[in-house]
């Protein structure tokens, strides 16, 4: 196999969501599966769709799954086109730029090239007469699309105009797509696609295949929803004599609507996933078994880097739809998060304790963490288990207090009878403390869980904590029966 060279290449149309993330995730694995190169190329011809902010938040969030694109665009690139920041970083490479408007010039080079060629011709038409043109189309009812009216008119360079590649009429096309196997057209269904717009930018037809040839792309990843334009581009390719690239379009990602996740719908950005508590290699796993599996018979879910890198493959991608689960990613984010380090889980987490102003002594946030670590999925979820570890009056959900067996005059019972066993032990311990309550749940003729929920609520303020046990042993006897005193008072 030749280098593999694979590449990225969004629109700054809009924030990539999770979905749109995965074709940056299988180039990126199927290069490093190869020893080859992965490039970061900004398709920004469509200034007036460019949304502020949306190539910063591409390299940043790159960053952020810790892929580091080969080539990309350099720091002078990106000064060009007005994205400068603090921080922003400076990839380059021998291919650039890197960044579609700044390689303007080179379109129209190829454009020219074609015309010269007879492939490609300049048209004059109005918007007023194509649409006229379409509503005849329609009314005749015909399949609409441009007559080729000005193919054999010679519209000059200087008179505003857009260029059209000719689209041979009754040809057959085929390909072998590198996920769905052999793919024919008996017809090329659209009619002369415009490669230069007439503000002389160019259309993804003309600057992707040109830029993916000059960059030495040698698989292009993208979307099933680019398969019908795929005999258009093999076309150009061909009027060029340049070798098309290996092209795999990949399933769409839908959500459990079945819908098409896009940006414009609303889907989760990596951002709103970082915001709301995932692990980047989490996300980064889920999101890439969304249509691919390391192979038949393997019921293997969690991968590490180094396992995507050396397990994918073009040949694991299935052809079917795959689905956005935010409920499994979830899931899948908990047991990421279970298998930190407990000092890694500290330092992760902090930031969102901070966040939520949740301020504990390092000491006893240490103390509580991996008891925390064990019963979250989301790192958001950490302050709200440890809050009540904090110098500040509760507010305790009371009425969960009463349940069957259990009323107002109960509960004052347990909490004396506990405050009295916590008092006598000789040491404060997790041991200690549960032999205790266990004791006085025996002593009352209680089953341990109705008893425990009154302990519970009494001294954290609430019925989801870390365990009971080591939750009052971080807090300290002293701390534990204050506010027991408190809830005491409460109740009478």
């Known amino acids: ?57 591409i390299l940043e969030e790159l960053a952020w799954f810790g892929i580091q694109p ?14 400068s920041w603090e921080g922003a970083p400076d990839i380059g490479g021998p291919c650039g730029p ?24 300049r048209c004059d038409c109005t918007p007023e007469m194509l649409e006229r043109e379409r509503n005849e189309q329609m009314a005749r009812k015909e ?10 008119r010679e519209v000059p360079a200087d008179r505003p105009h857009v260029v059209r590649f000719k689209i041979p009429q009754k040809r057959a096309i085929s390909f072998n797509d590198g996920v769905r196997g052999k793919v024919t057209w008996e017809q090329v269904q659209l009619r002369d696609t415009v490669l230069i717009k007439s503000d002389g930018s160019p259309t993804y037809h003309l600057a992707a295949l040109v830029d993916d040839h000059d960059m030495r792309i040698s698989h292009v990843l993208r979307g099933v929803e680019w398969l019908s ?44 996933a970082r915001e709301r508590g995932f692990l980047a290699e989490a996300v980064l796993n889920f999101v890439s078994l969304i249509g691919w599996a390391p192979g038949e018979g393997s019921d293997q879910e969690i991968f590490t ?81 440890v809050d009540f570890l904090m110098e500040r009056p509760l507010v305790r959900q009371m009425d969960a207090m009463f349940q069957k067996g259990v009323d107002s005059a109960k509960a004052a019972e347990i909490l004396n009878r506990s ?25 009352l003729g209680l089953k341990p869980g109705p008893a425990f929920v009154v302990l519970r609520i009494a001294v954290t303020g609430k019925t989801v904590t870390p365990p009971l046990f080591e939750s009052f042993a971080v807090l300290g006897r002293n701390r534990v029966i204050s506010r027991i005193d408190e809830t005491l008072k409460l109740l009478a």
């Open 305 to 385: 880097r180094d396992e995507l890198v050396s397990q994918f493959s073009l040949e694991g991608i299935n052809a079917a739809s795959g689905v956005f689960d935010m409920t499994k990613m979830e899931w899948m984010n908990g047991l990421y998060i279970r298998g930190l380090s407990v000092g890694d889980f500290i330092e992760r987490a902090t930031p969102f304790l901070k966040a939520a102003d949740v301020e504990l002594p390092g000491e006893v946030f240490a103390a509580i963490a991996p008891h925390v670590q064990e019963r979250v999925k989301l790192l958001t979820e950490v302050p709200a288990m």
């Open 1 to 57: 196999m030749k280098e593999v060279r694979t590449r990225f290449a969004p629109s700054p149309t809009g924030f990539q969501h999770l979905g749109g993330f995965r074709t940056a995730f299988f180039a990126w694995l199927l290069a490093k599966r190869h020893g080859g190169q992965f490039l970061l190329r900004i398709e920004d011809t469509d200034r007036e769709r460019t949304v502020p902010g949306a190539i910063r938040f």
């Open 229 to 272: 334009s795929t005999p258009i581009h093999l076309l150009v390719y061909e009027a060029l004599g340049w070798e098309p690239p290996i092209i795999a379009h990949f399933p769409v990602v839908n959500g459990p609507d079945g819908k098409k996740l896009s940006k414009r719908t609303g889907a989760a950005t990596s951002r709103e």
């Open 143 to 152: 399949l609409p699309g441009y007559s080729g009216y000005c193919r054999t």
């Open 419 to 443: 405050k009295a066993a916590l008092e006598q032990l000789p040491e404060f311990s997790v041991t200690a403390i549960d032999q205790a309550l266990r004791g006085v749940a025996t002593d």
């Open 70 to 83: 080969d080539e990309g665009p350099s720091r002078a690139e990106l000064e060009k086109i007005g994205e």
């Open 98 to 121: 890197y960044i579609q408007s700044l390689r303007l010039p080179r379109y129209k080079e190829v454009a020219d090239e074609l015309i010269s060629k007879g492939f490609a011709y």
